[in-house]
T-cell receptor, first 111, second 116 residues
Framework: GNSVTQMEGPVTLSEEAFLTINCTYT??????LFWYVQYPGEGLQLLLK?????DKGSNKGFEATYRKETTSFHLEKGSVQVSDSAVYFC??????????FGSGTRLLVRP | DAGVIQSPRHEVTEMGQEVTLRCKPI?????LFWYRQTMMRGLELLIY????????DSGMPEDRFSAKMPNASFSTLKIQPSEPRDSAVYFC??????????????FGPGTRLLVL
């Protein structure tokens, strides 16, 4: 079926460590892909997006590349900070403008 | 821009009571979405509107849930009667896909509902 799968958390890292959160999707065609971040007690905020194959979305040091060959959109950051602690959601757009979300990955960054 | 506004931010009610959640989308946005977030089921789309018209309500759990959008700047999600299993965080989001082609959905801060 059409879905988004992301790695289970929590992911616990030390400050300045390298981060990867895996995300794969199933879909017909090439949907737009998104990463949203949810800080404690807040709503979801768009972190980055990519609308076509091979596009790279980037924001606040985070990056993700739209890989149609592997149907993936992995989130990476070279050096995480304590302030990056949050829940990260991968999502894809369907043909009806609905977002299909993954289950979320909690990131905890320790000083 | 004030962003998507939701009220109340927190609601505690007793089983059987009516609950009304409110949302003001970003001005100029023509799509409005209602989501529910729980630990067990994650983020679920309940219903969405385009130009104030409900397009897809297949995610609405049952007849106890209803949503309206009387104008472009206001929407409500009502639960009547409420049950403990309705306890969740309810998010409203809006986007301006038709006007700008931008598919990004902008989320409100959510309403945390607890039904006792």
């Amino acid at each position: 079926g059409n879905s988004v799968t992301q790695m289970e958390g929590p992911v616990t890292l030390s400050e300045e460590a390298f981060l990867t959160i895996n995300c794969t999707y199933t879909a017909t065609g090439y949907p737009s892909l998104f990463w949203y971040v949810q800080y404690p007690g807040e709503g979801l905020q768009l972190l980055l997006k990519a609308t076509k194959a091979d596009d790279k979305g980037s924001n606040k040091g985070f990056e993700a590349t739209y890989r149609k060959e592997t149907t993936s959109f992995h989130l990476e950051k070279g050096s995480v900070q304590v302030s990056d602690s949050a829940v990260y959601f991968c999502a894809r757009m369907d043909s009806s403008y609905k977002l299909i979300f993954g289950s979320g990955t909690r990131l905890l960054v320790r000083p | 821009d004030a962003g998507v506004i939701q009220s109340p931010r927190h609601e505690v009610t007793e089983m059987g009571q009516e609950v009304t959640l409110r949302c003001k989308p970003i001005s100029g946005h023509d799509y409005l979405f209602w989501y529910r977030q729980t630990m067990m089921r994650g983020l679920e789309l309940l219903i969405y509107f385009n130009n104030n018209v409900p397009i897809d309500d297949s995610g609405m759990p049952e007849d106890r849930f209803s949503a309206k959008m009387p104008n472009a700047s206001f929407s409500t999600l009502k639960i009547q009667p409420s049950e403990p299993r309705d306890s969740a965080v309810y998010f409203c989001a809006s986007s301006s896909q038709t006007n700008t082609g931008d598919e990004t959905q902008y989320f409100g801060p959510g309403t945390r509902l607890l039904v006792l």
